[in-house]
């Protein structure tokens, strides 16, 4: 009896050093990457990035930037997925021009490689980052067959479930920190959906179990009477647009001040009017200019008109703006079925308002596509800021219920605006706030859902 008991001590001793062993096999050497070209010096913490294939009847696989904590405590800090909107947009823009580990200077030549230096406000000060480029189509991302790239807000939300289930068995030694999802503009579907598949996983007992604890959402789309509904109260309230022509469109429009009106044509002209108020400015910022390349598109005839001179100005300010996505022409960005991307509409040529020029050099350099573990040209054959190879349905409607049931259960969110954009524009924070029973406010003011100025 002692005998058999001290071999069954010693099996499972032997066993846990073994699962030990196998569970915390550290992340994978050949997706460590050694150097980065424009990037003269050691790296501040390991990076790594590769690609998990997330579904094996197309072939869609999905490719990450891993940016460790720099901080020292890797082991503890969170790990957070952060994803761009689009759909379509690649996550290198928020790891180029939001909070990643390095400022890019933009080269004197056009099209040469940008020089790297150290990011002091990078979030990989204190957090383990994924830039995931998601769905397949976007950024980096590829599907073998064409098919892939048909996609919409729940395959999506399945995929990438899948790519974090995956991600974790190649980086055990990530599991037990908190995780949290978070992104901006389109990614406010991207989110919702993707936690919701997260914790019915959980709930379900799939494994690898995910330490979840919440999301975090910035200008992020919500839901088609809010987002749209919000517009010209914004623009009211902004001082854009006078009292008169808000009143008579609250009037007129009988609760929805957006979409086409085709039958009601006197609010639809308000709505025009409103449109044409707003129509020159840049509809990222308010408050800055609009970036015009040297060969700008005005004229496309494809453009809606409040869009094609936006944000000219005469100041010659070399302003970036580099967001862009979908086209949702002042009003409800969640619309039923496939939404064109802003290129598509204008016949392929440059966006209004962007300049992507330092993150399009660096990542379609050769050597910066070898040290990042990109795919071959003849899988991906340009990196592009959104791409246009999706078709993309928004077939999970509004995320209201979402969050509701996520923050209920527990889960942790944060949803913020900047209070100068008018695509997603800031007001339907607080309505949104307001509709949410169990919405607990961490950072909103004592006024309780009021908006909160950084
Ligand atoms: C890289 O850094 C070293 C040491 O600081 C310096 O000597 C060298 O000129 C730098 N090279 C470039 C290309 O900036
Ligand atoms: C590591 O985390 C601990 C506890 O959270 C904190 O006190 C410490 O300052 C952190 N260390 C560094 C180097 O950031
Ligand atoms: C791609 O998928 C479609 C639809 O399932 C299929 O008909 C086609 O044969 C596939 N093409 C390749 C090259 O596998
Ligand atoms: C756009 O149209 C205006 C007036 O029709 C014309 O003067 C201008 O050159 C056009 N711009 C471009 C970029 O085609
Ligand atoms: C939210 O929770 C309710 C009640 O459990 C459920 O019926 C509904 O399907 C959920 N909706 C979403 C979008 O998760
Ligand atoms: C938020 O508003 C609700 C309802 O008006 C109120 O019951 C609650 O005390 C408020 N919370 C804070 C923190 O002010």
Redesign the pocket.
């Known amino acids: 009896m002692e005998n058999t008991n001290t071999s069954f001590y010693l099996f499972l001793i032997l066993l846990s050093i073994f699962l030990n062993f196998v569970l915390t096999q550290p992340a994978p050497e050949n997706s460590l990457i050694t150097q980065l070209p424009g990037f003269n010096g050691t790296l501040p913490s390991k990076h790594y990035a590769g690609y998990v294939t997330v579904e094996k009847n197309y072939g869609r696989n999905l490719y990450y930037y891993f940016v460790t904590s720099e901080g020292g405590n890797s082991s503890k800090d969170p790990v957070v997925l952060w994803l761009n909107g689009g759909p379509g947009c690649s996550s290198f823009d928020g790891f180029v021009y939001e909070h990643g580990p390095f400022n890019f200077e933009k080269p004197k030549t056009r099209g040469t490689l940008p020089k790297l230096q150290l990011n002091p406000y990078s979030w990989s000060k204190v957090s383990n980052i994924i830039y995931l480029d998601s769905p397949a189509g976007a950024g980096f991302s590829y599907s073998k067959n064409d098919s892939g790239y048909s996609t919409g807000d729940f395959q999506t939300a399945s995929d990438t479930h899948t790519f974090l289930l995956e991600w974790f068995k190649l980086y055990p030694e990530f599991l037990s920190n908190p995780l949290f999802i978070s992104g901006e503009s389109f990614a406010g579907v991207y989110i919702p959906t993707l936690a919701h598949e997260i914790v019915k996983g959980i709930e379900a007992g799939v494994n690898p179990v995910l330490n979840f604890k919440g999301y975090m959402i910035g200008n992020g789309v919500t839901d088609r009477n809010f987002d749209g509904n919000a517009l010209v109260p914004f623009a009211h309230g902004m001082g854009l647009i006078p009292d008169q022509l808000f009143e008579d469109a609250t009037k007129e429009c009988k609760g929805e001040l957006y979409g086409r009106h085709r039958e009601n044509i006197k609010c639809r002209s308000l709505l025009i009017r409103v449109d044409l108020a707003v129509g020159r400015l840049n509809i990222y910022d308010i408050l800055e200019p609009c970036y015009h390349s040297p060969d ?4 496309a005839t494809n453009v809606p008109h409040s869009f094609r001179k936006l944000g000219e100005t005469v100041k010659p300010l070399p302003i970036r703006k580099r967001m862009f996505g979908r086209a949702w022409p002042l009003g409800g960005p969640v619309e039923d079925g496939i939404v064109p991307s802003w290129r598509q509409l204008s016949e392929g040529r440059a966006v209004l308002c962007t300049d992507d020029e330092v993150a399009t050099a660096w990542l379609n350099n050769d050597a910066v596509r070898k040290a990042i573990h990109t795919v071959d040209k003849s899988v991906v054959k340009e990196w592009d800021l959104c791409s246009d190879t999706l078709i993309y349905d928004h077939d999970a409607g509004s995320m209201i219920e979402y969050h509701r049931n996520l923050t209920s259960k527990g889960y942790r969110a944060l949803i913020f605006r900047s209070i100068s954009k008018l695509l997603v524009v800031y007001l339907i924070s607080s309505s949104l706030c307001k509709n949410l029973y169990y919405f607990i406010p961490i950072i909103y003011d004592d006024s309780n859902c009021s908006s909160y100025v950084t």
């Open positions: 700008t598109l005005v004229n």
